[in-house]
């Protein structure tokens, strides 16, 4: 009897969860990462507000986002989105505007609007998070020399075998780009033009038999691990779950590799906007944003933050040697432009659609 | 008392009327709404109406004059006050890429610091691509109400610099070889369909009745057997470490190195669509073939004709009826498919309807998306009548 | 079977084409069956493992089931799927059923067309309907909600039970209806206590039909399904997307048994209504 009323209240735990108005819906990325954001940020800001937040998964976009704002029926408060993505929507009015002087300052005085970093700021965000498109291999598979930079990616001759590839031009462009020899400060310059462009898509014509594509985030271990291929562009901090909580054989090559940035933002017309807001803040305090980085690699996106990075939560080793935005990881690494995506994004997409089916 | 036939037309009218009005309402009003959205787009005409005001008397070869500038700035201005210029400038980016941040990047930069004097060197000023005369174009055509643009876009054509019809360059030609393949692909898994479908159906169709009920049975359970499951059932057996590679190389067919591509292809794609669709194949044969008596073969042969010659003859004339309906509906089925081959398809196995997909879920170009359903639409509705000729769309039978 | 082969027909021919069928019933039924013992794999594998194969107990376990029936994902996902399904069954049941009774009137004008139409939905690929139907009900401001999607699976659902009833009714004999009036009942009571009883087998055939098409329906949902109507079939698919884990196995489990016993009670129906109709 017991179990038939467990049972009956989880079925229904989908309708009721909605009907309570302090409860704070939050939308993350899922998986690893998404725990992470739970275990780092939701927790804590339960205990300190009482605030009841249900966490939800997507995958990115905005089309759930629009739909939302332009039905009115609002079910998301806080997104976790991509900077390109939160910069798209804050121009088109999806998202509640976020102004930097609203942000906490640093322990020393420094205003948000300097302690931020910079490719990371947008009207409608919060502080967040750098993380990094990488290539990661299995060590298993290279008993003798081993892959050291993203050129070796491309190299089928010195090491053979199949690639991952994540199915969008994002980022694999710059990639062909870096590995051809175009130096990091000319990638979108050189994207600016035909030749250019024509140049990267030929560079990925070189390894185009050997890719196999994937599409979330979670597949790339998985491939590794299943050795369906040998080396595969990846999000860090998926490697590094798997190195670290599984004890994978895994390698990040942290040469030559594309950061991007994201931060939370609050869907336009939520009634609960101050529950949201509040949120919103918490998170942004350098000593609570830096917490994300005891539970997975991705750095915390303020220069006072970074400075407070330390061990990984569960097995105590030291985070800085796997972070995208240490000294040590940035010396050979480019800043994804999203305003070169925002405005070649649709004619990349056709022209890797085409590129694919060839 | 019998009723009259005009009170027994009514009610049978009044029967069958509330469907009709739920179908009208719930399928052919969404449907209408689709072939709507192809073709008329009133985002940016109602957001910019004094730009493309100004702009209607422009001639479209030399730059516009002062006014227009200063119309055209001070609206994008005031809209991006109001946050409502991103959606304009997304729109006018799918015609000319790099307008999104021209269009944004101006209005910040005069926002900020409204020009004394001319608003057209200040705009060129900020961004040098409005002295370009392709930039105003851009804007004049994402600003038409009623557009053919979608419907060139999935054709995979343009419009030149006077509004000629021009192919796309050849390396954003997508749609068009991707409809052609999507037939291909639908052929091939027709065929392959009908060949395997047609013995087993005889089979069902001229065996003893308690046989036939338990074969059909086989046929049956997967019918019923959720897509996604039996999608699932072929990735877990086709893929790279998938159970037929594990037994091809337990059993020494093939080296570890060798392991088949099945999956994740065209392949792939294939062979989990003829899974799926075969009971739309046997189906619709094995209810013909029940009807066509056995007698007729064997008078056949007792007339000396061999067995090839009485089934060419005899029994495959008979059974055309059949054939035509499974094709047709196997057919029409495969064109619009999405969750197999979205799910098995990887990079060579994409129809038509994962670009459909993407323009509804990813890049919101709603328009494009819109086109593209429609042209599949109208084959589909061609298809329909062809079936409905051939067969009668009212003799349609459940497993 | 050896009333379509000649005396004269070669042995060879018949084993050919009896094993040529057994060959594609086989591909037909075997994927979708291999899912069930790998559900029971003990590793994160989508494969036999040797264990498995040498029968080791410990190579078998229930781990996955634990999963899907512990996790607070899979259960809120049914009950949304039975809502949305249960829902959509009832509206197109009552829909069809009204409109197969119609139809079989010989006196309904335009049979043929109406039909057609009506039977539409069933034959337009579901990517071209539910881009149609996100435009409408966002339109509509209607997107996201169960309203919405109800509505679109009634209507996805309703050509079943129409072709189902009318199957029915096509062995229904028009006298009766003449009879029943002669005998002094309406048009109402002919229908409840002559006709509904006759095709109820059709009637709930049809309603399994409908029911299965919104229980196994994803494409709709994805397209304008919100992030509360995450049905089964829908968190499927995100698994599927992600990674097969052996919980997805566990999950097509339970709807090839569904499936299965969905398949029986329709074979039942049929057998009662060929009772009924002898």
Known sequence: ?358 | MALSLTDKRLRAALLAAPLVVFVAVTFLAPLALMLVRSVYEPAVADSIPATLNALAEWDGRELPDEEAFRIAGMEFVALNAERRLGSVATRVNRLQSGMRSTMLGTARALGNDPPAGSWRDAMIAADEDWAEVSTWLAIGRAGERITPRHYLNALDLDRGAVGEIVAQPEDRRIYVSLLVRTFGISAAITLISLMLAYPVAWLLAHAPPSRAGVLLLLVLVPFWTSLLVRTTSWIVLLQNQGVINDLLVVIGILAEEQRLAMIYNMTGTIIAMVHVLLPFMILPLYSIMRTIPPRHMQAAASLGASFWQSFRRVYWPQSLPGVAAGSLLVFIMSIGFYITPALVGGRTGQLISSMIAYHMEQSLNWGLAAALGAILLLLVVLLYLIYNRLVGIDRMRLG | MSAVHNPGDSRLRRWLHVGFCAAVLFFLVAPVLVVIPLSFNAEPYFTFTEGMLRLEPDAWSLRWYENVLGEGRWLPALGKSLVIGIAATIVSTTLGTLAALGLSSPAMPGRGLIMAVLISPMVTPIIITAAGMSFFYSDLGLGQTYTALILAHAVLGAPFVLIAVSASLSGYNHDLNRAAANLGADGWTTLRRVQLPLIAPGVFTGALFAFSASFDEVVVVLFIGGPEQRTIPREMWAGIREQISPEILAVATFLIVFAILLLAAVNWLRQRDYVRAS
């Open chain 1, 1 to 358: 009897m017991r179990n038939l009323c467990l049972l009956s209240s989880l079925l229904f735990a989908g309708f009721t969860a909605a009907a309570g108005a302090q409860t704070l819906t939050l939308v993350s990325w899922g998986g690893s990462y998404g725990r992470s954001v739970e275990r780092a940020w939701v927790e804590p800001f339960i205990e300190e507000t009482g605030i009841e937040v249900r966490v939800e998964d997507y995958n990115g976009g905005l089309a759930q986002i629009r739909a939302q704002v332009e039905t009115g029926n609002v079910f998301w408060d806080v997104v976790d989105t991509t900077t390109p993505d939160s910069v798209r929507a804050c121009d088109e009015g999806l998202l509640e505007l976020v102004p930097l002087e609203d942000l906490p300052a640093a322990p020393d005085g420094t205003p948000a609007s300097e302690d931020l970093f910079p490719n990371s700021r947008s009207e409608c965000a919060s502080a967040g998070i750098v993380s990094a498109t990488i290539v990661a291999y299995n060590d298993e598979l290279f008993p003798g020399e081993k892959p050291a930079a993203l050129e070796d990616y491309f190299d089928l001759e010195k090491f053979p075998g199949r690639r991952g590839m994540r199915r969008v031009p994002v980022v694999n462009l710059e990639f062909a780009l870096i590995a051809d020899g175009v130096p990091l400060d000319e990638v979108y310059a050189t994207l600016d033009t035909e030749a250019g462009i024509a140049r990267a898509f030929a560079k990925l014509d070189t390894i185009k038999d050997q890719i196999v594509f994937w599409e979330a985030g979670a597949q790339p271990p998985q491939m590794l691990a299943d050795q369906e291929v040998v080396m595969t562009t990846a999000y860090n901090g998926r490697i590094f779950n798997a190195q670290v909580l599984e004890d994978q054989p895994f390698t990040i090559i942290w040469n030559g590799h594309v950061q991007e940035t994201g931060g939370m933002g609050i869907v336009l017309g939520t009634p609960r906007l101050e529950l949201a807001k509040r949120f919103i803040e918490f998170l942004s305090r350098p000593e609570n944003l830096a917490q994300i980085s005891r539970y997975i690699s991705y750095s915390p996106a303020r220069y006072s933050a970074n400075a407070l990075v330390s061990t990984h939560l569960d097995t105590g080793i030291e985070m800085a040697p796997h972070m995208p935005a240490s000294e040590r990881n940035t010396r050979r690494a480019l800043n994804s432009d999203w305003l070169w995506w925002a405005d070649n994004r649709d004619e990349m997409n056709e022209r890797f659609s085409v590129w694919l089916s060839r």
